[in-house]
């Protein structure tokens, strides 16, 4: 018999989590206004609410952070983290942030101006937030395959070059400060960048002298589906990927929540200094001073360890196996997800799995709630409420897709979590027919409505 796959690390700390029953689930999610983002998290069984900040640290991280230096200036816990940096991303020139939507807030204030252009493969909101609010047009340049939740794409993140050239040709000159390739591409579903789209889109962009920023938070996962599927990395090392994928970048933003499996912290990479001196002023500004930018000295030692520890093999394919072997099982019970199976998340499109539910009434969002009451598990709605309404018109505007994301936190929950989580979406997904009826708002925020929106029963 062959011997079956398992988990590449045992457990040596845990906390307990509350089995509740669905009367108890039913009164906290009324309470909490029929948005998940309002329960507290001892209501919630699994929490798929994202798998940012929400991994487990290992054994060497826990021992890095023991000897954090908590210098203001010059800490050695900075010097580690420069030393990763530039050991796994190749980059001379480094700045610490809280969090990725810091490192994006301080480079595009260098960087961003009004009417300015920039393109990318489906920005992350707060990556596309942080453009639109300085005036300038966040153009979406991925591949039309990553719209089509059936279309089976191998590098379903990637950028369209002819898309991408025409924003190349039709901008003014110097109004583009940079193009964001997004590895993996989160929005449409944790899809792979392959390294040839990454090429192609650097000679196209230097071709035009604009220079190419990754937004890094899952580079390493990344990396992984670059070693299974791009035929010329099948026998190189996940560092040796990540380096090749690095030489067609000039600048990064990484949420280290994600792939540097620490619970909060971000950076930025440069290779160009002057960028560096601008970057560093926002830095001191809104982060706190060079050595440091809003981070612990021990969090910049365990995420330096993290940022190694997350390129080994036997880690990757464990939690890559973890979501295929959720979403596997769901693809078998016919249920409709983003394929390929993507590298932190499975994406349920809403729209196929509840046909009779009316689109003004959030679909996605109608899932999330039936989920939460059947199981006790917390997704997130990536649909019509986090879409938003035209700031023009005020009407809702609906996406090309209407999901629900279930995010699977690194090194955290077991496959007996996956099977409780397929089971739910089972059992709901045999009663499919019967719902016809989804909710309406009663309270919305002006902007980010999605975080603090109040609904009701229709
Ligand atoms: N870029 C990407 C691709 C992201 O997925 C995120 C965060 C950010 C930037 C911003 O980083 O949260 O550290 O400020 N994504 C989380 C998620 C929130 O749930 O997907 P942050």
């Known amino acids: ?56 640290m290992s054994q060497n991280q826990w ?38 939507r810091a490192a994006e807030n301080v480079l595009f204030s260098a960087l961003v101006k009004e009417n300015d252009v920039v393109p990318g493969n489906s920005h992350f909101d707060t990556t596309k937030g942080h453009i639109e609010f300085r005036k300038a047009i966040a153009t979406d340049c991925t591949i039309n395959e990553a719209f089509d939740t059936e279309a089976e794409h191998p590098f379903k993140g990637n950028l369209d070059l002819n898309k991408l050239e025409e924003v190349y040709k039709t901008t003014e000159k110097g109004k583009i400060p940079f193009t964001v390739v997004t590895i993996t591409n989160n929005s449409s ?15 196209l962009s230097h071709n035009y002298d604009i220079p190419v920023l990754y937004d890094s938070a899952r580079f390493a996962e990344n990396a992984y589906f670059i070693k299974l599927r791009e035929k010329e990395f099948e026998n190189h090392s996940i560092k040796e990927i990540v380096a090749e994928m690095y030489k067609y970048a000039d600048m990064m933003t990484m ?42 000295g021990r969090d910049m030692n365990a995420l330096a360890v993290g940022l190694q520890e997350v390129m080994e093999f036997d880690y990757l394919e464990t939690r890559v196996k973890q979501v295929e072997y959720l979403g596997n099982k769901l693809i078998e019970a016919g249920i409709p997800i983003q394929k390929p199976i993507g590298g932190h998340a499975i994406f349920v499109n809403a729209v196929k799995f509840l046909p009779n539910v009316p689109k003004e009434q959030y679909i996605a969002q109608t899932l999330a709630i039936e989920l939460y009451k059947e199981a006790g598990i917390r997704g997130v709605e990536i649909g019509t409420l986090l879409a938003d309404r035209d700031p023009e018109t005020r009407e ?48 919305e925020a002006h902007i980010l409505r999605h975080f603090t929106v109040k609904l009701k029963e229709i």
Do not use: C
């Open 1 to 56: 018999m062959n011997l079956p796959f398992a988990e590449a690390y045992k457990i040596k700390s845990v906390e307990a989590i509350y089995r509740s029953n669905r009367e108890e689930r039913e009164a906290w999610i009324k309470e909490a206004n029929f948005n998940l983002f309002n329960l507290k998290s001892k209501y919630v069984f699994i929490d798929l609410l994202t798998d940012s900040g929400t991994g487990s």
């Open 63 to 100: 021992a890095a952070l023991m000897q954090g230096d908590e210098s203001y200036a010059g800490a050695s816990s900075y010097y580690n983290l420069k030393e990763a940096v530039k050991d796994i991303f190749g980059f001379d020139y480094f700045l610490p942030t809280h969090q990725g």
């Open 189 to 203: 579903g944790g899809q792979p960048v392959s390294v040839q789209n990454m090429r192609d889109v650097y000679e």
């Open 255 to 296: 949420s280290s929540k994600k792939d540097g499996i620490v619970n909060m912290g971000g950076l930025i990479g440069l290779k160009n200094e002057e960028v560096f001196k601008q970057a560093s002023v926002f830095n001191i500004m809104f982060e706190g001073f060079i050595t440091y930018g809003g981070m612990s």
């Open 396 to 443: 809702n505007r609906y996406p090309k897709l209407e999901l629900l994301r279930l995010a699977i936190p690194r090194r955290v929950y077991t496959n007996n979590h996956m099977d409780v989580i397929a089971a739910g979406l089972i059992n709901i997904f045999e009663r499919r027919e019967s719902y016809t009826k989804g909710y309406e708002i009663v309270e």
